[in-house]
């Protein structure tokens, strides 16, 4: 087969329910399309029945490739692992859930060919998600373009296509926690956006967790902003000067009051709450500063982002482990 046009990277993790309307849905597109085109699907350690699907998949259809991981690591790295093999000239990035939906990419690519060289897809609406889900997207999104160093689009997530130029840059970036969407935006480029209204999941349970959704949220702040260790700082300011007022005004009781005015500062409860509030501001600090070490700490010791257990219809000499 000649060089594709166009990569389908697709991370998964437990979908068997979905993947065969996944393919489905997807070789219908790829009849409209002009040019080869490769599937790549990143079993993410699923412990269903996905990776034999994909096994099946790939024997009866050579456009399928997938790769599977040694263990779960994460939706992010296994994206940045589907990343390492592509060869097409666009790279659509797509969920297996059906919550992007398949005929999106005929507009993605319509700004391609026009000259955009990362072309996200933009959430309108989100159906089937409760309304404190959807606010705290809304909130999240707002305050990570507040927060960031670079302007990363609000309500987008990693559905999109990008030009072979820009996968490239992305896939030699060596950082370890990983917010594929804040990297995208790092890199430049001509970029544009695609509204579309986002529907629910075809079929299984929801993958990112609130847990994993924080994580990710927290990875996206401490990996674009140096705002939260600037708050340590304005943290201590603020106290050394409350610290500073409360001195002066127990001077100024002390000295020209009379005595029932300066038992104001007197007692158990003042000492207590002053305990409280400077132990607080420690803590945050602390743990502010302990959330950046642990981010240097684990980019130092090396280690491959991630580990391959089967490759199926790609070379093995194709693609590489980070190091």
């Not at 990569?7 to 040019?35: C, D, K, M, W």
Request: proline share 4%.
């Amino acid at each position: 087969m000649d060089r594709p046009t166009y990569s389908f990277v697709i991370p998964l993790y437990n979908e068997a329910e979905t993947l065969p309307e996944l393919y489905r849905q997807l070789t219908h597109l790829f009849e409209a399309l002009e040019g080869e085109v490769e599937l790549i699907l990143v079993d993410d350690g699923s412990h269903d029945r996905s990776l034999e699907i994909l096994r099946s998949l790939q024997s009866r259809d050579a456009r399928v490739r997938y790769v599977s991981l040694g263990r779960n690591f994460g939706h992010q790295i296994a994206l940045s692992a589907g990343l390492q093999f592509v060869t097409g000239k666009a790279i659509i990035v797509m969920d297996a859930d059906l919550q992007d939906p398949p005929e999106v990419v005929l507009k993605l690519i319509e700004k391609w060919q026009e000259g955009y060289e990362v072309v996200y897809a933009q959430r309108i609406s989100r159906s089937q998600e409760s309304w404190l889900k959807r606010g705290l997207a809304f909130g999240f999104y707002r305050l990570l373009q507040q927060l960031s160093d670079v302007n990363i689009p609000a309500d987008t997530g990693d559905f999109c296509l990008m030009d072979e130029a820009v996968v490239a840059v992305l896939t030699h970036m060596p950082e370890r926690n990983r917010y594929i969407r804040g990297l995208r935006a790092w890199v430049g480029f001509r970029q544009i956006a695609v509204p579309f209204d986002r529907p629910g999941r075809y079929a299984g349970s929801v993958k990112y967790t609130f847990r994993k959704s924080f994580g990710l949220a927290l990875n996206s702040i401490l990996g674009f902003s140096k705002v939260p260790l600037r708050l340590s700082t304005y943290l201590g300011l603020f106290s050394a000067g409350f610290a500073g007022l409360m001195m002066a005004l127990t001077l100024y009781w002390r000295i020209f009051q009379t005595s029932t005015s300066a038992h104001r500062l007197e007692g158990f409860t003042l000492i207590t709450i002053a305990i409280f509030f400077l132990g607080a501001v420690q803590l945050i600090c602390m743990g502010i500063l302990g959330e950046y070490i642990g981010r240097i700490y684990e980019e130092v010791k090396g280690r491959p982002l991630y580990t391959v257990r089967e490759l199926g219809g790609i070379p093995k000499d194709r693609g590489s482990l980070p190091s």
